[in-house]
């Protein structure tokens, strides 16, 4: 405010017509230099027009953009659970995927600000950390694709911290990108991993095209029996190749329009798939779950090979202390996990049906005195004028909600408050301790 | 008490990061209280003059009450609502007490008569996974009131046993509340520890306390849970202490400390079984299309 003021004085004549405070209010933005006035900005960078639409009867209005989201947000539910049927899903929960990072000279165009690795690299720190927090058993490694070579940047684990940091190092873009090269040597590694994983890749591919040393309609059909399920996020354009091997090996694939439907296709990846049912051998794995060390103790710790103090666990079978869970202990090799970590898979098993949407007609019968209140949040479900907004309702209990709710709900709680409210409803779900 | 409609928008330099929303789940069983060792009306009164200390701390803080009955859930009060009724205001009770208690009342008598009409087996425990589900979502409603909002925070006051067969929508309300961010703080009146919520206030960042002098109820909340997050990192409150994160198999409910998982659906199994009494997936054998059909008839616990 003061700068302002200071300016106002300053600069003398022509400052103090209302059509020159614009400018002032330009001169405030630091490292604006191009030169535009903000009413001049209106019209080249943020295009209000776009932002409007017209209704029914003709008027404009500004886009609904609540509704947008939550529509889009509705095809995406009901994609995913027409898939399932009332049974209880089966899912691939313990997860061995390899994610491949092309960098090969399409990835340093600038489409994608600044530039597709930057934005891709951006992204995939936060794939990571949503995969682990979605699929704490699962394990992932990253491929690099440059120069027509594939290499592996960081091998199978379960800590997200290596990965990330491996990320963040300095990431070239050269030469030519090879597909082949990338399946080969994830399905060598992919190989390795125990009978009970479920084998995934997933590629960011930027190039148009693929530079491979033989057949590459070879390596898909190995994929394809080693039951490798890729699927493949292009970032240019649709290539045939890559529609081909998502089709053969059973994964998905699709092209990013910008930078936030890339982060959309890229998170959709996150929960576990269905899980083709002969693509995994059901096992049991011998997993321990070690306590919490006393505070106090000091001893040496296996991972970084130096005396701690406190904290950490100890594996009950060999007693080795290990910092963090989930991990594997490196002594005797057990997989150590607590039991949150098994929580933390168990909506996947057990997940809430779609709420359905409530019909105005319905909302507006007077009978329907019960609900003018979202159930979860309390926030009114009424427009000034006492005319009912559009809510959804749990087809089990019946209880509405709003559309925020219904989005928070089966996004991140995965639970229905009016079914868990209820003890008439309750269902009987996996009991423990 | 007069407060203003729900939720203006404040300009910035009045919230202050010390400003707070607390969520109080109140644990109303009636088969809990009829035999706790302090009466339900000492719980309250101990229970309303900490609220109000706390609407006293900070002019903007907000408190909101949910009860946790034992066949159902609902709010009972918010802080930041115009009161229904001003006349109760009678000069011997605050107007924020006695609307409480009137909800309160009302929400009880409810909850009785939901009794009669459902048979309960094995009842003792109350709907907790109800009542923090319900929390979580106002707190989400608040967090989209904008950049600028009280820190939100939830207070368990439980006294029911757990009730194992809310485990998994436990555990999945205490995973949601650690993305938001929302500690859950504990304070159990029963007799027994509770490993939900010790689970619950170390996986959010809460504070856990089994008070061992009920009748000094009101000491412990003010001491222990009255403080702010911000402030929190200045005093010393109670560590966790022995949280037992061991599982339990689910053949004997014994607590292991090595056990086999099922790969398919996790089930937690104590020694070597042939075949996943949850899934019904064979160990060892590639599964034929056969197999998942037989599946799917046998009774899963979904349906």
Same mark, same amino acid.
């Given at each position: 405010?003061?700068?302002?003021?200071?300016?106002?004085t300053?600069?003398g004549?022509g400052?103090?017509l209302d059509?020159?405070?614009?400018?002032?209010?330009?001169?405030e933005?630091?490292g604006?230099g191009?030169?535009?006035?903000?009413w001049?900005?209106?019209?080249?960078?943020e295009?209000s027009w776009e932002s409007?639409?017209?209704d029914e009867?003709?008027?404009?209005?500004?886009?609904?953009?609540?509704t947008i989201?939550h529509?889009?947000?509705?095809?995406?539910?009901?994609s995913l659970?027409?898939?399932?049927t009332?049974?209880?899903?089966q899912?691939g +929960?313990?997860?061995?995927?390899y994610?491949?990072?092309? +960098?090969?000279r399409?990835?340093?165009?600038m489409? *994608?600000k600044?530039s597709?690795m930057?934005v891709?690299?951006k992204?995939?720190?936060? %794939?990571?950390?949503? %995969?682990f927090?979605?699929?704490?058993l699962?394990?992932i490694?990253?491929?690099?694709?440059?120069d027509?070579?594939?290499?592996?940047?960081?091998?199978l684990?379960?800590?997200?911290?290596s990965?990330v940091?491996?990320?963040?190092?300095?990431?070239e873009?050269?030469g030519d990108?090879?597909?082949?090269n990338? +399946?080969d040597?994830?399905?060598?590694?992919?190989?390795?991993?125990?009978s009970y994983?479920?084998?995934e890749?997933l590629?960011?591919y930027?190039?148009l095209s693929t530079?491979?040393p033989?057949?590459?309609m070879?390596t898909?059909?190995?994929?394809?029996?080693?039951k490798?399920?890729?699927?493949?996020i292009?970032?240019s354009?649709e290539? %045939?190749i890559?529609?081909?091997?998502?089709?053969?090996t059973?994964g998905?694939?699709?092209?990013a329009?910008?930078e936030?439907? %890339?982060?959309?296709?890229? +998170?959709?990846?996150?929960?576990?798939?269905?899980?083709i049912?002969? *693509?995994?051998?059901a096992?049991l794995?011998k997993?321990? *779950?070690p306590q919490?060390?006393?505070?106090?103790?000091?001893?040496?710790?296996s991972?970084?090979k130096?005396?701690?103090v406190?904290?950490?666990y100890?594996?009950p079978?060999?007693k080795a202390?290990v910092?963090?869970l989930p991990?594997?202990c490196r002594?005797c090799g057990?997989?150590l996990v607590?039991?949150?970590?098994?929580?933390r898979?168990?909506h996947?098993? *057990?997940?809430?049906?779609?709420f359905d949407?409530?019909?105005?007609s319905?909302?507006?019968?007077?009978?329907q005195?019960?609900s003018r209140?979202?159930?979860?949040?309390?926030?009114s479900?009424l427009?000034p004028?006492?005319k009912p907004?559009?809510c959804v309702?749990?087809?089990?209990?019946k209880?509405h909600?709003?559309l925020d709710?219904d989005?928070?709900?089966?996004?991140?709680?995965h639970?229905?408050p009016?079914c868990?409210s209820?003890?008439?409803?309750?269902?009987?779900?996996?009991t423990?301790? | 008490?007069?407060r203003s409609?729900?939720m203006?928008?404040v300009?910035?330099?009045?919230?202050?990061?010390?400003?707070?929303?607390l969520?109080?789940l109140?644990?109303? $069983?009636?088969?809990f209280w009829?035999?706790a060792?302090?009466?339900?009306s000492?719980f309250?009164?101990?229970v309303?003059a900490f609220?109000?200390?706390?609407?006293?701390?900070n @002019?903007?803080n907000?408190v909101v009450?949910?009860?946790?009955?034992c066949?159902?859930c609902?709010f009972?009060f918010?802080?930041?609502s115009?009161?229904a009724?001003p006349?109760?205001? $009678?000069?011997?009770?605050?107007a924020l007490c006695?609307?409480?208690?009137q909800?309160l009342e009302? /929400?009880?008598t409810?909850?009785e008569?939901?009794?009669?009409?459902?048979?309960a087996?094995?009842?003792?425990s109350?709907l907790?996974?109800?009542?923090?589900?319900? =929390?979580?979502?106002?707190?989400q409603r608040?967090?989209?009131?904008?950049p600028l909002?009280p820190?939100?925070?939830?207070?368990?006051?439980q006294?029911?046993? !757990?009730?194992?067969e @809310?485990?998994v =929508?436990?555990? $999945?309300?205490?995973?949601s =509340?650690?993305?938001s961010?929302?500690p859950i !703080?504990?304070?159990?009146?029963?007799a027994?520890?509770s490993?939900?919520l010790?689970?619950a206030s170390?996986?959010?960042?809460g504070?856990?306390l089994?008070? @061992?002098q009920l !009748?000094?109820?009101?000491?412990y909340?003010s001491t222990? /849970?009255?403080t702010?997050?911000?402030?929190?990192?200045f005093?010393?409150?109670?560590?966790?202490a022995?949280?037992d994160?061991?599982?339990?198999c689910?053949c004997h409910?014994?607590?292991?400390?090595?056990?086999?998982?099922c790969s398919?659906c996790l089930s937690?199994f104590?020694?070597?079984h042939?075949?996943?009494?949850?899934c019904?997936?064979?160990f060892g @054998? =590639?599964q034929s299309d056969?197999?998942s059909a037989? !599946?799917r008839?046998?009774?899963t616990p979904?349906?």
């Open positions: 405010m003061n700068d302002m003021e200071h300016r106002k300053n600069d004549e400052r103090r059509g020159e405070e614009e400018e002032e209010e330009e001169d933005d630091e604006n191009r030169g535009l006035d903000a001049e900005r209106a019209y080249a960078d295009r409007l639409q017209e009867s003709g008027l404009l209005r500004p886009i609904d953009n609540k989201y529509a889009q947000y509705r095809r995406r539910i009901r659970y027409s898939s399932t009332t049974a209880r899903i899912k +929960l313990i997860r061995y995927l994610i491949v990072v092309d +960098l090969s399409a990835a340093s165009e489409d *994608f600044p597709r930057a891709v690299a992204h995939i720190e936060a %794939f990571i950390r949503e %995969f927090d979605q699929n704490p699962s394990q490694g990253l491929v690099t694709i440059k027509g070579l594939a290499q592996c940047l960081t091998d684990g379960g800590s997200p911290d990965h940091k491996a990320l963040m190092g300095k990431l873009c050269s990108s090879s597909l082949q990338a +399946l040597l994830v399905h060598g590694y992919l190989n390795q991993i125990p994983g479920h084998r890749v590629i960011l930027s190039a530079c491979d033989g057949d590459i070879e898909i059909q190995e994929c394809k029996k080693s490798i399920r890729c699927s493949v292009g970032l354009a290539i %045939f890559c529609r081909h091997l998502c089709q053969e059973g998905s694939y699709s092209v329009l910008d936030s439907h %890339f982060k959309e296709l890229l +998170l959709e990846h996150a929960p576990p798939p269905p899980a049912a002969e *693509f995994a051998i096992n794995i997993m321990g *779950f919490r060390a006393a505070e106090g103790v000091i001893s040496i710790c991972c970084h130096e005396a701690k406190g904290g950490g100890t594996c079978r060999c202390r910092c963090e991990t594997e002594i057990l997989t607590s039991s949150p970590h098994l929580a898979s168990y996947h098993l *057990f997940p809430i049906p779609p949407e409530v019909s105005l319905l909302l507006n019968n007077p009978h005195r019960s209140a979202c159930f979860g949040c309390q926030e479900l427009i004028g006492n907004t559009l309702a749990c087809p089990k209990c209880q909600f709003c709710c989005i928070y709900i089966h996004e991140s709680l639970n229905c009016g868990e209820f003890r008439h409803s309750k269902i009987v779900s996996v423990e301790e | 008490m007069g409609a729900v203006a928008p300009p910035s330099k009045l919230y202050s990061d010390d400003v707070s929303l969520v109080v109140l644990d109303t $069983n009636p088969f009829s035999t060792s302090l009466p339900f000492k309250l009164s101990h309303l609220l109000n200390s706390i609407l006293l701390i @002019q903007l907000q009450v949910i009860a946790t009955g066949n159902s609902n009972i918010d802080s930041s115009v009161p009724n006349n109760l205001e $009678n000069g011997r009770m605050p006695s609307n409480l208690l909800k009302e /929400f009880v409810g909850d008569k939901l009794s009669k009409e459902v048979l087996a094995g009842i003792g109350s907790l996974s109800g009542s923090l589900s319900m =929390a979580l979502c106002y707190i608040v967090f989209r009131t904008g909002h820190q939100p925070r939830i207070l368990c006051l006294g029911s046993p !757990d009730g194992p @809310q485990y =929508a436990v555990m $999945n309300a205490i995973f =509340a650690q993305r961010m929302v !703080d504990s304070c159990v009146i029963g027994q520890h490993a939900f010790q689970q170390y996986i959010t960042g504070v856990y089994k008070p @061992q !009748d000094g109820l009101f000491q909340l222990v /849970f009255a702010d997050l911000h402030s929190r990192r005093l010393q409150l109670p560590k966790p022995g949280v994160f061991r599982a339990s689910f409910k014994n607590t292991i400390d090595m056990g086999y998982i398919v937690i104590c020694k070597h042939k075949k996943c009494s949850t019904g997936s064979v @054998q =590639a056969g197999n037989t !599946d008839k046998r009774k979904e349906t």
